[in-house]
T-cell receptor
Framework: AQTVTQSQPEMSVQEAETVTLSCTYDTSESDYYLFWYKQPPSRQMILVIRQEAYKQQNATENRFSVNFQKAAKSFSLKISDSQLGDAAMYFCAYRSTNAGKSTFGDGTTLTVKP | DGGITQSPKYLFRKEGQNVTLSCEQNLNHDAMYWYRQDPGQGLRLIYYSQIVNDFQKGDIAEGYSVSREKKESFPLTVTSAQKNPTAFYLC?????????????FGDGTRLSIL
């Protein structure tokens, strides 16, 4: 079974600075999808960014980018120019192309300091 | 606007009582999911359904039951066999089991024991 590990329960960043959230996963599959979701205090889960394993190019969405290292099974999220609205819990998720379900990490709570 | 609607937002259960959480989506998604989230933790999969009239157990299905009679609806029943039901429950849907499309989430239902 796949496992997803987020080794940083809590992180903090100064407004306008850059922060990187870590995620590693364990799988024997070669093709899969990876996602980062954001859960603000309102508790609604929102997609931040996604990556297909077969793509070597790292995904980027405005201030959010990933560092996808397939061989190392690492999928970190970089948030640039952090804003107060980025404060939330961030979840890394692995989705198999075969099983149809996702496995989530335990999350990283990000605090943004003004 | 398309989306996922969960109701009620808050639910209280008495000892020995079954309660049902509603989840409706108008996104025309084939797959639907139920997750449980405990404080400070990640999402754990309870049940998922990839097509009408079919569903599979997730990682923590004991004490829960579901049905999928309509594409739009995937209600979750928390039975009296679930001894520790207090948690936040999230319903999600996605376009297909092998799609790279992300999951869309509802706003959640918070269940507490009276």
């Amino acid at each position: 079974a796949q496992t997803v590990t987020q080794s940083q329960p809590e992180m903090s960043v100064q407004e306008a600075e850059t922060v990187t959230l870590s995620c590693t996963y364990d799988t024997s599959e070669s093709d899969y999808y990876l996602f980062w979701y954001k859960q603000p205090p309102s508790r609604q889960m929102i997609l931040v960014i996604r990556q297909e394993a077969y793509k070597q190019q790292n995904a980027t969405e405005n201030r959010f980018s990933v560092n996808f290292q397939k061989a190392a099974k690492s999928f970190s999220l970089k948030i640039s120019d952090s804003q107060l609205g980025d404060a939330a819990m961030y979840f890394c998720a692995y989705r198999s192309t075969n099983a149809g379900k996702s496995t989530f990490g335990d999350g990283t709570t990000l605090t943004v300091k003004p | 606007d398309g989306g996922i609607t969960q109701s009620p937002k808050y639910l209280f259960r008495k000892e020995g009582q079954n309660v049902t959480l509603s989840c409706e989506q108008n996104l025309n998604h084939d797959a639907m999911y139920w997750y449980r989230q405990d404080p400070g933790q990640g999402l754990r999969l309870i049940y998922y359904s990839q097509i009408v009239n079919d569903f599979q157990k997730g990682d923590i299905a004991e004490g829960y039951s579901v049905s999928r009679e309509k594409k739009e609806s995937f209600p979750l029943t928390v039975t009296s066999a679930q001894k520790n039901p207090t948690a936040f429950y999230l319903c999600a849907s996605s376009r297909g089991q092998t799609s790279n499309q992300p999951q869309h989430f509802g706003d959640g239902t918070r269940l507490s024991i009276l």
